[in-house]
């Protein structure tokens, strides 16, 4: 049976790239009858450096986005990661599935752990494995995450391909990365080569779930961008990577192909696009931010929606552990 899996690291603040190729494709799935089970996953956040209280903060601020998003937590199974052991119990033996190369090769721990890895966190480079479980403590077959956790998926179906042929066994599912839409990689408003991101030092880069509207707007006009009009096709912004990002956003914004934003704004300039751009995202993202600190003001409700997220995971969860650790060989005796 499918049944989706998708999470989010409670480290910050979340970036429009964060919701268009995530929590608004997660929402979207959750029409279907497909089972939903969401994330915040402080555990991965803690691989660097956490302010307690942050951490604390931010996990519930990240709750508060994906109900804020419109997230039913009756429809689908939302929590925290923490609150559900079997992850970190399973994480334990796809660490000794997993071989310390393909660690070594994952070009996001490359980028974190920057020049200096022998002083990065031990979990900081095995992530993966905790991620891997994650998907597959639920047995889930799709994942719908941005084109960065791409090369992720591809190490955790090695990892339950890997567990299954070393135990002689089918219990893992092969999960199905779901990278689709015009905004699968949200570009930085200042560098169209680099990912719009939590930790890019300026923070005129990118647009957050905390901006006002003002900011939001503001930051559009000031968006990086070329002199030339729009074209007339999407062939023709190839080498324009600012402009092709803010055709993208605005594509994902509304619902729309990237084609069809470009045939609408052919031969109009950056003046005229770009005010458009931003009342669009306006009108999409002031109402999120909104009920998102509505929601903050009553941290209790949102633990409470976590506390029943996790017991509705953990009841999947758990005997898929047992049966995990009886594939293994542990002794179960009570
Ligand atoms: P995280 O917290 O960095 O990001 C959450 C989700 O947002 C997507 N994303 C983007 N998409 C488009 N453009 C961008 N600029 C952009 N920036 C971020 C990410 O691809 C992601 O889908 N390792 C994961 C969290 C995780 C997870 C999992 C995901 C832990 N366990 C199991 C799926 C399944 C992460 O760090 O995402």
Partial sequence: TPRVFSGIQPSGNLTLGNYLGALKRFVEMQESDIETLYCVVDMHAITVWQDPADLRHNTREVTAAYIACGLDPAKSILFNQSQVPAHAQLAWIFNCTARIGWMNRMTQFKDKAGKNAEKSSLGLLAYPALMAADILIYQATHVPVGEDQKQHLELARDIAAKFNHDFDTDFFPSPD???????????????????????????????T???????????????????????????????????????????????????????????????????????????????ITQEMNRLMADPAEIDRVLGNGADRAAAIAEPILDKTYDIVGMVRSR
């Avoid at 570009?187 to 990118?206: A, C, F």
């Avoid at 007339?232 to 956003?249: F, H, Q, S, W």
């Avoid at 990237?258 to 005010?275: R, W």
Wanted: charged letters at 30%.
């Fill in 177 to 207: 990365p779901l990278i689709d839409g015009e905004a699968t990689r949200v570009m930085s408003l200042r560098d169209g080569t680099k990912k719009m991101s939590k930790s890019d030092p300026s923070d005129q880069s990118r647009i």
């Fill in 209 to 287: 779930l905390r901006d006002d509207a003002d900011t939001i707007a503001k930051k559009i006009r000031k968006a990086k961008t070329d002199p030339e009009p729009l074209p007339e096709t999407l062939k023709e912004l190839e080498g324009r990577p600012e402009a092709r990002n803010l055709v993208n956003i605005y594509a994902a914004l509304s619902g729309r192909t990237a084609e069809s934003v470009i045939a609408e704004f052919s031969g109009q300039q950056f003046g005229q696009f770009k005010p458009a751009l931003a009342e669009l995202a306006v009108d999409h993202l002031a109402p």
